[in-house]
C-alpha cells in the first residue's frame, strides 16, 4: 500500500542546534515534496517545495533535500529556536495531475529546548 | 487581503445527524479542498472543488458530499454523522494556474457525541 512516514512522533533539540526531520515515501514516484509547519488548533502553514529535479532547496534557515532514488527528504532548521516548536508535515501530490490533492504524513513534533 | 476563513469554529453534533461547514478561499484562488484530521494524525484529503465540480476525490463515503459557489466559497456537507466523524476539519485554497503551494484555513472541530 501506499504511504508516507515520518521518522519520529517527536523530537527535543537544544536552541541553536540543527533539527533533521525525515520523511520516507513508498510506491510513489511524486513530481514534487511539500512541507507545512502546523501549530496546535491551527491549519498547516506552507514553508516549502521541492520537485523531483532537485536536490536540495533553501530558504533562510531552511533546507529540504529530495532522494527520488531513497524515496526520502530531509527538512532541516538550522540555528533552531523555541519558537520552531511546531508539527511539520510532509505532503505528496501522489496522483501527478498537478491538481494539488495532497498526501500528508502523521507529522513530526519538533519541541526546541531554550 | 484575507486568508482562508472557515465556519463555524467549533460544532457539536449527535450521531445520525447531519453538519454543514462553511470555506471563503484566499482572495484570487479558484481552488477549494477539504481534509479531515483526526488527533495526531495528518490531514486526509477528501475531495476538490474547481469550477463549481468536484474534481478529485479521496477515499470517503458518499455521507461525505460538498458544493462551490460562483464565488468560490465552499461547503462540506456530512450525513449520517458516526462518532468517528469527529476531527478538525480543514479547508485549503489554491489558485489552479499557480504555484502549488496550498493555503489552509484554522479549521473546524467538530465533535460528535
Known amino acids: 500500500s501506499q504511504k508516507i512516514e515520518q521518522n519520529s512522533e517527536a523530537l527535543n533539540i537544544q536552541e541553536g542546534k540543527t533539527a533533521t526531520l525525515t520523511c520516507n515515501y513508498t510506491?510513489?514516484?511524486?513530481?514534487?515534496l511539500q512541507w507545512y509547519r502546523q501549530d496546535p488548533g491551527r491549519g498547516p502553514v506552507f514553508l516549502l517545495l521541492?520537485?523531483?529535479?532537485?536536490k536540495e532547496k533553501r530558504k533562510e534557515r531552511l533546507k529540504v533535500t529530495f532522494d527520488t532514488t531513497l524515496k526520502q527528504s530531509l527538512f532541516h532548521i538550522t540555528a533552531s529556536q523555541p519558537a520552531d516548536s511546531a508539527t511539520y508535515l510532509c505532503a505528496l501530490d501522489i496522483s501527478r495531475t498537478g491538481r494539488r490533492a495532497l498526501t500528508f504524513g502523521s507529522g513530526t513534533r519538533l519541541q526546541v529546548q531554550p | 487581503d484575507a486568508g482562508v476563513t472557515q465556519s463555524p469554529t467549533h460544532l457539536i453534533k449527535t450521531r445520525g445527524q447531519q453538519v454543514t461547514l462553511r470555506c471563503s478561499p484566499k482572495?484570487?484562488?479558484?481552488?477549494v479542498s477539504w481534509y479531515q484530521q483526526a488527533l495526531g494524525q495528518g490531514p486526509q484529503f477528501i475531495f476538490q472543488y474547481y469550477e463549481e465540480e468536484e474534481r478529485q476525490r479521496g477515499n470517503f463515503p458518499d455521507r461525505f458530499s460538498g458544493h462551490q459557489f460562483p464565488n468560490y466559497s465552499s461547503e462540506l456537507n456530512v450525513n449520517a454523522l458516526l462518532l468517528g466523524d469527529s476531527a478538525l476539519y480543514l479547508c485549503?485554497?489554491?489558485?489552479?494556474?499557480?504555484?502549488?503551494?496550498?493555503?489552509f484555513g484554522p479549521g473546524t472541530r467538530l465533535t460528535v457525541t
Open positions: 510506491n510513489y514516484s511524486p513530481a514534487y
Open positions: 485549503a485554497s489554491s489558485f489552479r494556474e499557480g504555484s502549488y503551494e496550498q493555503y
Open positions: 521541492i520537485r523531483e529535479n532537485e
Open positions: 482572495s484570487g484562488h479558484d481552488t
